[in-house]
C-alpha cells in the first residue's frame, strides 16, 4: 500500500508558476515510479511529467521545457514545478504511484490559471 498526500495548487494568472508536491507513505526506493496527471473538464486524465526509481524522466509534450519533474528521498516526495503556466494548464492534478502492477493516486489538487 502507498498512501499519496498532495499540496500546493491554487490559482495563478497565466505566465506564472506554481509548485505541487505529493508525499509518499513509504520510500520512494520502494516505489517503482512516481508521476502526475490532471484532468480537465470534460476531458481523459493524461499523464504530465513521471519520474522512475532510477531518475528516469518523461514529459507530456505540452509541457516539456515548462514543467519539471523532481524528488527529494529523503522526505519520499515528488515536486512538479511549473513555470510558464497557460490557461489550457487548468486542471485538477492527481500524484501517482506505481508498484508492480498496481497504481496508487493522490487526492487530486486543483491548478486553476487565468488568463
Known amino acids: 500500500q502507498v498512501q499519496l498526500v498532495e499540496s500546493g495548487g491554487g490559482l495563478v494568472q497565466a505566465g506564472g508558476s506554481l509548485r505541487l508536491s505529493c508525499e509518499a507513505s513509504?520510500?520512494?526506493?520502494?516505489?517503482?515510479?512516481m508521476g502526475w496527471y490532471r484532468q480537465a473538464p470534460e476531458k481523459q486524465r493524461e499523464l504530465v511529467a513521471s519520474i522512475t526509481r532510477r531518475g528516469s524522466t518523461n514529459y507530456a509534450d505540452s509541457v516539456k521545457g515548462r514543467f519539471t519533474i523532481s524528488r527529494d528521498n529523503a522526505k519520499n516526495t515528488v515536486y512538479l514545478q511549473m513555470n510558464s503556466l497557460r490557461p489550457e494548464d487548468t486542471a485538477v492534478y492527481y500524484c501517482?504511484?506505481?508498484?508492480?502492477?498496481?497504481?496508487?493516486w493522490g487526492q487530486g489538487s486543483q491548478v486553476t490559471v487565468s488568463s
Open positions: 501517482n504511484a506505481w508498484v508492480q502492477l498496481t497504481n496508487y
Open positions: 513509504r520510500s520512494i526506493f520502494s516505489i517503482d515510479g
